[in-house]
């Protein structure tokens, strides 16, 4: 079982930035960033590889976001820099055991965090 506790939203204005954090017990593996807006279905953000190479980010947030990740602390982060109102979303971070490379479907992930809101002012 992983576990996978987030942190680090809350509410900004547009053009600001805002980190994300994500601590996950347990071995290192592949993990990504999703993010659900209200009426919306669940959609991916940005995954990584299990040894924090190949970062891979959707094209509605390249060039704004990145993502990273600390194995010496199990932790998954994601800079949000240049924050947009359609931004705001619950944003969840997962984890993705049986790979090794970066992951965008979200079948591939098997645990998910509680989810942290980010609100994006306009």
């Known amino acids: 079982q992983v576990q996978l506790v987030e942190s680090g939203g809350g509410l900004v204005q547009a053009g600001g930035s805002l980190r994300l954090s994500c601590t996950a017990s347990g071995r290192t593996f592949s993990m990504g960033w999703f993010r659900q807006a209200p009426g919306k279905e669940r959609e991916f953000v940005a995954a990584?590889?299990?040894?924090?190479?190949?970062?891979y980010v959707a094209n509605s947030v390249k060039g704004r976001f990145t993502i990273s990740k600390d194995n010496a602390k199990n932790t998954l982060y994601l800079q949000m820099n240049s924050l947009k109102p359609e931004d705001t979303a619950v944003y969840y971070c997962a984890a993705a055991p049986r790979y090794g490379n970066a992951r965008y479907e979200l079948a591939d992930y098997d645990f998910w965090g509680q989810g942290t809101q980010v609100t994006v002012s306009s």
């Open positions: 990584i590889s299990w040894t924090g190479s190949s970062p």
